[in-house]
């Protein structure tokens, strides 16, 4: 499984980006997604993750509230809405894919992850 995301880019402390990652896999609905991110220095950490059917999504903490993910199976693309962004949410931004496990935030358990998409917020 190939995962490629896009959407990154600079913007200023109070405004949004959209975040996609598209998926080669033809299986793509039975993949529980997920969004992780990892500052310059600092371990990844988990942001968000979605059920195969959209059903159901879990947040960090830090991002509940202002991130939202969804997912579009018919284009085996997940996405990750970024609001109120704030300059700690600056980072690389991962996307993973797992068939294990349902809600997790734990990086071990997703099997497939993206090259990255660098997210810059400047205050």
């Known amino acids: 499984v190939q995962l490629v995301e896009s959407g990154g880019g600079s913007v200023q402390a109070g405004g949004s980006l959209r975040l996609s990652c598209v998926a080669s896999?033809?299986?793509?609905?039975?993949?529980?997604m997920g969004w992780f991110r990892q500052a310059a220095g600092e371990e990844r950490e988990f942001v968000a993750c979605?059920?195969?059917?959209?059903?159901?999504?879990w947040y960090s903490d830090s991002v509940k509230g202002r991130f939202t993910i969804s997912r579009d199976n018919g284009k085996n693309t997940v996405y990750l809405q970024m609001n109120s962004l704030k300059s700690e949410d600056t980072a690389a931004y991962y996307c993973?894919?797992?068939?294990?496990?349902?809600?997790?935030?734990?990086?071990?358990?997703?099997?497939?992850w993206g090259q990255g998409t660098q997210v810059t917020v400047s205050s």
């Open positions: 993973a894919a797992g068939s294990r496990y349902s809600g997790t935030n734990y990086y071990g358990n997703y099997d497939y």
């Open positions: 979605i059920s195969t059917s959209a059903g159901n999504a």
């Open positions: 896999a033809r299986t793509f609905s039975s993949y529980v």
